[in-house]
C-alpha cells in the first residue's frame, strides 16, 4: 500500500504494515485527512491565515501543497463516479488496506461526523489509480 502524501513513510509500508499484518495488529492512521488537505476543499492558490498553524507546516506551503491540491483534485471523477465526495474517497482507500481496521477523522462540525461515515467500496482499479497518484 502506498500512502496519501506521504502520511506514513516508507518505512512504515515497508517493514511495519508487514509485521502488523503477520501478527494480526491494526493501524489507525493518525490524521488521516491531513488535516483538510486530502478533502478536495483547498485550490492551489489557498493561503493559510498567520494564526493558523497549517501556515507553518511544509506540507501546506509552496510546491508540495499545490501538488498534493492537484492530486487531490484528480480525485474528482471518483467522487462523481461514487456519488460522494473527495473525503469519502479518500477514507475508503485507507480501509480498503489490509493493515488498517480503523479510522478516525477529525470533524469541526457535526455534519462532518455524518458525511464521514459514508464510505464506499472502490473498485479495484480505482483503489490502484489512488494508490499509483499518491506514489
Not at 486530502?38 to 511544509?58: H, I, M, N
Not at 480525485?75 to 493493515?99: C, E, G, Q, R
Request: net charge negative.
Amino acid at each position: 500500500m502506498r500512502c496519501l502524501h506521504k502520511i506514513l513513510d516508507t518505512i512504515a509500508e515497508q517493514e511495519l504494515f508487514p509485521y502488523l499484518q503477520e501478527n494480526n495488529i491494526s493501524l489507525i492512521p493518525f490524521f488521516p485527512l491531513a488535516s483538510g488537505l486530502l478533502t478536495g476543499k483547498y485550490q492551489e492558490s489557498f493561503v493559510f491565515p498567520e494564526d493558523d498553524l497549517r501556515s507553518k507546516q511544509a506540507q501546506f506551503q509552496g510546491e508540495s501543497f499545490k501538488e498534493t491540491v492537484a492530486k487531490v483534485n484528480q480525485l474528482k471523477p471518483l467522487a462523481v463516479k461514487y456519488n460522494t465526495n473527495i473525503t469519502n474517497i479518500v477514507l475508503s482507500w485507507y480501509l480498503m488496506n489490509d493493515a488498517i481496521s480503523a479510522i478516525i477523522p477529525g470533524a469541526k462540525q457535526v455534519g462532518q461526523v455524518a458525511d464521514n461515515m459514508n464510505v464506499v467500496v472502490l473498485e479495484q482499479t480505482d483503489f490502484d489509480m489512488i494508490d499509483a497518484l499518491f506514489s
